[in-house]
């Protein structure tokens, strides 16, 4: 069993697309299905179409294999002890049933004011100014308030060594075959110092709980073992990794998006309740998270090819989001496409399968916050740039900042 590649390079993470990545996508997924490809010194399959992107995601056959010392990626996040993004069952869901149940409906309605009075006080700060970089004076400080501070329980004022520590990590969660070497050092530095203040911090709930999840986690057992400190410490970490760079980005993506395309932006002011969808159809659009990885954990078959155990794929669930098989007219903006349409496929921005996002919840309502008040309080919001810059990462899209008038 074998299908053809045509002749074609795959340029999708080449700088001169970072500003707009979605041709590329097209070009690679209207001549092939699966694409071999090359992450720096490991090669690859590139899954580019929306069917086996999500056969890959939901197959038992498929995981990430580290457990099982097949993994052909070396990703250094693997070996942190409760980092369960890169684990395979039965371990992954000892761990993740912890963490989602800091997501259940009950805990979301007590986080939404949260985020909402957060977004407020910024905004109205901003409205006096006339002026706002959606970036680093909403979604940043928005992103510290919700993960850091209110989730994790850390002091507010250490906001700043947040940002820093998650930059630094966020730039190196491309695979390590495709970093340099500071951007290595960069990211075990930052690691290293997020992982002490954890331990520190894990130290005080240890004496004196208060009303967070790492408190829970601390009091937490799997299996009737108590978490041990260091799997805490990975947990904590994994949760800022996943949830800052990736809720910040979904606000500046989304908002641009709403920007550059004024008549969905008049529309969701005139139907506020279209947020929902809106939101759906930002992850769908412009995703914060391009791309993941998988291994084949048994020999399988998927796009009528055979995959070996420990070969490795990229699934590129950004293209597979802006696939036509299954999104009719996938390149334009739409926020009624998800509205009150049950057969609109899922999109693949918060992924699928036993790995799906478990901070989807907390991400909807900081996005929510974000743009309702945005909307609300600025009725002349304009963009005040010509050139938006991303960030040089692969794995995460995201502005460098959006500034805009108001
Ligand atoms: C818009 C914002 C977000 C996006 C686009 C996003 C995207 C994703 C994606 C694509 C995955 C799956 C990765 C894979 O299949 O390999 C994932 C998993 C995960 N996300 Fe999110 N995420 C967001 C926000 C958050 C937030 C706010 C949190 C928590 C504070 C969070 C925590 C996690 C965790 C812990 C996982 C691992 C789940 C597992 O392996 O079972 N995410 N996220």
């Given at each position: 069993?074998?299908?053809?590649?045509?002749?074609?390079?795959?340029?999708?993470?080449?700088?001169?697309?970072?500003?707009?990545?979605?041709?590329?996508?097209?070009?690679?997924?209207?001549?092939?299905?699966?694409?071999?490809?090359?992450?720096?010194?490991?090669?690859?399959?590139?899954?580019?179409?929306?069917?086996?992107?999500?056969?890959?995601?939901?197959?038992?056959?498929?995981?990430?294999?580290?457990?099982?010392?097949?993994?052909?990626?070396?990703?250094?996040?693997?070996?942190?002890?409760?980092?369960?993004?890169?684990?395979?069952?039965?371990?992954?869901?000892?761990?993740?049933?912890?963490?989602?149940?800091?997501?259940?409906?009950?805990?979301?309605?007590?986080?939404?004011?949260?985020?909402?009075?957060?977004?407020?006080?910024?905004?109205?700060?901003?409205?006096?100014?006339?002026?706002?970089?959606?970036?680093?004076?909403?979604?940043?400080?928005?992103?510290?308030?919700?993960?850091?501070?209110?989730?994790?329980?850390?002091?507010?004022?250490?906001?700043?060594?947040?940002?820093?520590?998650?930059?630094?990590?966020?730039?190196?969660?491309?695979?390590?075959?495709?970093?340099?070497?500071?951007?290595?050092?960069?990211?075990?530095?930052?690691?290293?110092?997020?992982?002490?203040?954890?331990?520190?911090?894990?130290?005080?709930?240890?004496?004196?709980?208060?009303?967070?999840?790492?408190?829970?986690?601390?009091?937490?057992?799997?299996?009737?073992?108590?978490?041990?400190?260091?799997?805490?410490?990975?947990?904590?970490?994994?949760?800022?990794?996943a949830g800052m760079e990736t809720s910040i980005n979904l606000i500046g993506n989304g908002m641009l998006a709403l920007l550059r395309h004024p008549e969905q932006l008049a529309l969701l002011r005139e139907r506020p309740e279209l947020i929902g969808p809106a939101l759906d159809e930002m992850l769908r659009y412009d995703a914060p998270t391009q791309f993941t990885i998988r291994v084949a954990l048994a020999d399988t078959v998927v796009g009528g090819r055979e995959f070996k155990r420990g070969d490795g794929v990229v699934v590129l669930t950004a293209s597979a989001s802006r696939d036509d098989r299954v999104f009719p007219d996938a390149d334009v903006f739409d926020i009624t496409r998800y509205a009150g349409n049950r057969t609109a496929r899922k999109h693949l921005g918060f992924s699928l399968g036993i790995h799906y996002c478990v901070g989807a919840p907390l991400a909807r309502i900081e996005a929510e916050a974000a743009v309702r008040t945005l909307l609300d309080r600025a009725p002349e919001l304009r963009i005040a740039t010509d050139t938006v810059e991303y960030r040089p990462s692969l794995i995460h899209r995201g502005v460098l900042a959006l500034p805009v008038t108001m």
């Open positions: 069993m074998s299908t053809a590649v045509p002749e074609i390079t795959f340029d999708a993470f080449e700088p001169s697309e970072r500003a707009d990545p979605y041709p590329a996508y097209r070009r690679v997924r209207d001549a092939a299905a699966l694409f071999p490809y090359a992450f720096g010194d490991v090669p690859v399959t590139l899954i580019t179409r929306y069917e086996e992107c999500s056969a890959v995601l939901t197959g038992a056959d498929w995981g990430h294999g580290y457990s099982a010392g097949i993994s052909p990626f070396r990703d250094s996040s693997a070996a942190i002890p409760g980092s369960f993004v890169r684990m395979d069952p039965p371990e992954h869901a000892r761990y993740r049933k912890l963490v989602a149940k800091a997501f259940t409906p009950r805990m979301v309605g007590e986080l939404a004011p949260v985020a909402g009075g957060v977004v407020d006080e910024l905004v109205e700060k901003a409205v006096q100014r006339g002026e706002l970089d959606i970036l680093e004076d909403l979604a940043v400080p928005l992103a510290v308030a919700m993960i850091p501070v209110r989730l994790l329980g850390a002091d507010p004022a250490d906001g700043a060594r947040f940002r820093e520590w998650q930059l630094a990590i966020a730039r190196g969660s491309d695979p390590d075959s495709l970093l340099g070497e500071a951007d290595v050092t960069a990211r075990g530095a930052a690691a290293i110092g997020c992982m002490g203040y954890f331990a520190e911090l894990i130290a005080r709930k240890k004496r004196t709980p208060t009303p967070d999840l790492l408190s829970e986690l601390v009091a937490a057992s799997v299996e009737g073992d108590k978490l041990t400190e260091p799997e805490v410490i990975g947990m904590s970490l994994l949760l800022l990794v």
